[in-house]
C-alpha cells in the first residue's frame, strides 16, 4: 500500500487512517496497529516540523511525503520519501535522562520511540530524498506458561 501526502500536520489524520486500512487488511493486532501508527505519527510529524525545504525551494514546489508499507510474512517494511533537508536519524544522539521532574522536557523521544518499536532501520539518502525505511517484526509472541 502506498500514500502520498502534502507536507502539513493536517496529513496526520490521512496517514493515520491509511495505517488502519493496512493493519485491518493485514490482520494484524491493536498493539502491532500502534507501533505502526505511533512510528508513522512520528517520521510525518518530523518531517513537517524540522524538514522544510530550504525557502527558495519551498516557494516554487510542495513538500510531498511518500508512504509506503508492505508485508513479507510478519515482518512490515514502512519506507518514508521526503525531499525536504538531510536528515538521517540514526546519527541522532539520544536524550539524556532528566534527574528529576523539574529537568523533563516535553517531546524529544520521537526517535527513541521509533527505535524501540522497529527491529531495524535504515537510512539513505538518494536523488535529493530522505528515505527511511522501518522494519517491524509482528510474529506471534509464543503464550506464557
Known sequence: MTLSVSGKVESLAEVGQWVDDFTSKSSLTASNNFA?????????????KYGSLPQEMA???????????????????????????AFNPLESTEPGHPSNLNEAKVGGLGISLIKKFSKNIKYERKNFKNCLFLFFDFSPKPAAS
Request: net charge negative; with cysteine; aromatic share 0%.
Open 36 to 48: 505502526l501508527q505511533l512510528c508513522c505519527e512520528e517520521v510525518v510529524s518530523n518531517i513537517v
Open 59 to 85: 516557494d516554487h514546489q510542495t513538500s510531498t511525503i511518500e508512504l509506503s508499507l508492505k508485508a513479507e510474512g510478519h515482518i512490515i517494511e514502512l519506507k518514508v520519501e521526503d525531499s525536504g533537508i
